[in-house]
């Protein structure tokens, strides 16, 4: 007999078979169903803690076999099958993140040839750049946190959690991080997570897979127009595309039976590129801006656990915050328990921040970021002009957005960020002294209450104090406040028709993942990814 059903167990018994098989028994006896703890088998599902008043609870959802075996189910959840590319087929891909490698591994299924253009390294390579961030202060535009193989996520993270669960099949791409090499933990925890320093031998294992069916990647190879031609029914379509090389300056062009755009939140120049062609193609769209929050990793193991983790039994504290404030949401975003701050700039005249743990979680410190909803609203009027006078009006979120990463440069020095404790910035005063941080290149203090968009700042202000209602102490002086967080999401979404997922101005154009405005994350991207190239197998049938 198989059946599922939900355990709560103490989180000291998770290792202990006998003992989660003896709580299945009795919640068997509740269903009328009577076994022995010898006759049962499981399966985890799911698993997740639940430290609600004060008492720590590990909830598993299993698959349960009363004398029978998990063999039985061995044949499901199979992996796709990869086929060998002919080339009589082929399509672009700008972008190795995860919406352009789930895409590329999608149109592999039906064998059609992935060409996968990238303007950043290598993540060995890309490594050396980063570094350069913090030990240099130097910011190479094509290769850094945002910019390289893998995308965004590889050095910052890699986390797998999402609640786009009508995107696709979450399962699915969870298998395949694990087939690549990610811990089958990925499976079953509630909210999974590679970690950062795993995550590159993923990526790559992916790259040798596409590469050994056919599949080309170029790196250091950046986009910088479009080849386009008129459609059949009227506006444009694009039939390929031209590159330069980053570091040779040589140029090139490639054709291809489709393209997928997947480069990302970060790549503005994409957006102005769209912009050129077809303005019609660009809708501006709700983002958020604020500020990375760091805590003593500690300090939110207790709060979060109330002050109790028996025996270091519990992994570290995780927290998700929401609140409204004037009509807008203030929430934390990409919070990462025993992590770092890191930089995340894409150019050499701005300063952005994001957050990534390693696998074991076990730095010092957790960070979130801790942003405010930005509507197009809510645009300052000067960048409202600003974009009307470029062409686009659409762009004005991202004209706001990169002059708050250039004035946050300005308040700091090199790439040290500029950065205010939390208590002080409630009182609206200058920090003395910071707290020591993960953040490597530096902080530098600054009245961050005085300079931030006082739409954001306000709204913040407010958004920590209701916070700290529901996680008393979280408003402390060993909290630090680390600008700017500004990548959350675009500002701008590229406008694609429902049913064909082609970009509504430039036939043949898929975007995809991040960039695209319609997904957030690694797995809803991969989705995303995965999704636009099945749209294009069914066009090329």
Known sequence: MITELTAIIKPEEEKNSFAINRVICEELFKKNIKAKPQEVQFQILKKSIDARHGRQKLVLRLRVFINESPDALKNQGKLPEWK???????????????????????????????????????????????????????????????????????????KLYTRSNKRGDISKILKIFNAFGADEKILTDAHPHIGTDRLPKIINAMREKIISLGG??????????????????????????????????????????????ATGHSASDIYFLIAKHSPVSLEAKTFAAGVRVEHPRELIDAIQYHGQNINGHLPTAEYRFTTQVEERGVYSFCMCPGGFVVPSSSGPDEIVVNGMSAAKRNSKWSNAAIVVEIRPEDIPEEFQQQAKAEGCKDLAGLYFRTSLEKLTKEKGKGQAAPAQRLSDFLDHKESTSLPVSSYTPGLVSSRLDKWLPVHIERRLEQGFKDFNRNARGFICNDAVLIASETRTSTPVRIVRNKETFECEGIKNLYPAGEGSGYSGGIVSSAMDGENSAEKIIEKLK
């Open 84 to 158: 060998k590319a002919d080339g009589s087929k082929s399509v672009i891909i700008i972008g190795s993140g995860p919406a352009g490698l789930f895409a590329a591994l999608k149109l592999l299924e039906s064998g059609i040839k992935p060409v996968i253009i990238e303007r950043g390294k290598d993540t060995s390579s890309r490594k050396v750049d980063i570094a350069a961030i913090s030990t240099k202060d130097i910011v190479d535009q094509d290769s850094n946190y945002c910019f390289g193989e893998g995308g965004a996520g590889t050095f910052s993270d890699g």
């Open 216 to 261: 080309e990647f170029h790196f250091n190879t950046k986009c910088t127009d479009f080849i386009l031609e008129p459609a059949k029914a009227g506006g444009l379509k694009i039939t390929g595309i031209k590159t330069i090389n980053t570091e040779t300056k040589a140029e090139e062009t490639f054709t291809g039976n489709a393209v997928i755009l």
